[in-house]
């Protein structure tokens, strides 16, 4: 029986998605990569260097299909079936075929002439599609598929795995179409890689503080106060020093930042802060995060094992316990009651 949740909005929005993301890679492959035999990387790269081996005529999006076929089987067994694949599945048909359509819409000598804008823009197009797919969880098949099922069946690193399929694209790339087509190839691949990041996690709007302070109140009813932010608190200690301290962690908008550090600055000289970059906050001020996910059936969820604990309790040397850090929501302060008028 087809789940119902299949045809929800949800899955509807996933799926036009995906469509647009698929025609935009398709677009960007046409116009800007095949024309010029950019092969950067992946398996289209590799069919683009192929062609050129047995002196073109190849459909490259068919061969795309077909070399993807073994990859997405194999797929199909290892990463869970239809639930996982069918987004990926779809995209690398959708993909595959609006290639060999689009080739022939277009003059055959790309856009530019310039070789440098045609990586550029190859590696802009290609990374907002692939961005586009990343962002409801579908995958561009290929390699990014292979290295999933190398890091399930191997525990090889996905990073690991396509550095050695993208080094080797672009090293066969270098041989075919000389050292200065291995150069373009690697800016398209350094740009589609940045591009398809920016899609996927959003411009990083958010910074996170973390402040150990002599004067932990004031600081966090400044934040409270004045920037209108959340603050949590807990107990720590400087292993140094032996002294307890109290440290503050806040989450703010990037504009925010430099009045968080004025603020610390002007209430404790001597505040140790350590500022980090984020991509998104949910909740408390920032987005709603409307994710859903599926939540393991009991038969499903790993018992725990408490046979490591007990092992690893025994072997550890014993040492004094550090005490359990203590989490506190800070609330902002109540504000002195203004005076009585009648007072003198």
């Known amino acids: 029986m087809i789940n119902r949740s299949l045809f929800s909005f949800t899955a509807l929005t996933h799926i036009v998605i995906l ?45 795309v299909l077909v070399l993807n076929i073994p990859i997405l089987v194999i797929a199909f067994r290892v990463l869970g079936g239809w639930r996982v694949m069918a987004g990926t599945v779809y995209v690398v048909v959708l993909f595959t075929t609006l290639v060999d359509l689009l080739v022939p819409m277009f003059p055959s000598d790309g ?11 190859a590696g802009i197009i290609v990374g907002i599609g692939t961005g586009l797919v990343f962002r409801v969880g579908g995958t561009t098949g290929g390699t990014s598929v292979l290295g999933r099922i190398l890091q399930v069946k191997f525990g090889l690193p996905m990073s690991t795995s396509s550095l050695y399929v993208d080094g080797g694209v672009v090293m066969a790339a270098g041989l075919v179409f000389g050292l200065e087509g291995a150069l373009y190839a690697l800016v398209t691949l350094f740009v589609y890689g940045l591009t398809a990041d920016y899609v996927l996690d959003g411009p990083s709007v958010i910074r ?46 990037r504009s925010q930042i430099w009045q968080l550090r004025a603020l610390v600055s002007e209430i404790d000289e001597t505040a140790f802060i350590v500022v980090g970059q984020g991509h998104t906050a949910y909740g408390g001020g920032f987005k709603v995060n409307r994710m859903r996910r599926r939540t393991l059936a009991p038969a499903e969820q790993p018992a725990p094992s408490a046979e490591p604990a007990a092992n690893s309790a025994a072997s550890a040397p014993q040492e004094p316990p550090l005490p359990a850090p203590t989490f506190t929501e800070m609330q902002p302060a109540p504000l002195p009651s203004a005076p009585d008028a009648a007072t003198p």
């Open 208 to 253: 996170t503080a973390t402040i150990i302070t002599q004067n932990p109140r004031a600081v966090a009813d400044g934040i409270l106060y004045q920037l209108g932010r959340g603050v949590t608190a807990w107990e720590g200690m400087g292993m140094y020093t032996e002294e307890a301290r109290t440290v503050l962690y806040v989450t703010v908008s």
């Open 111 to 121: 856009v530019s002439r310039d070789m440098f804008l045609n990586a550029l823009y």
């Open 19 to 63: 469509t647009i993301g698929a025609l935009i890679m398709a677009l960007g492959a046409v116009l800007f990569q095949i024309p010029f035999n950019i092969a950067s990387g992946g398996l289209f790269g590799a069919v683009i260097v192929l062609n050129e081996v047995v002196g073109g005529g190849l459909p490259i999006g068919l061969t």
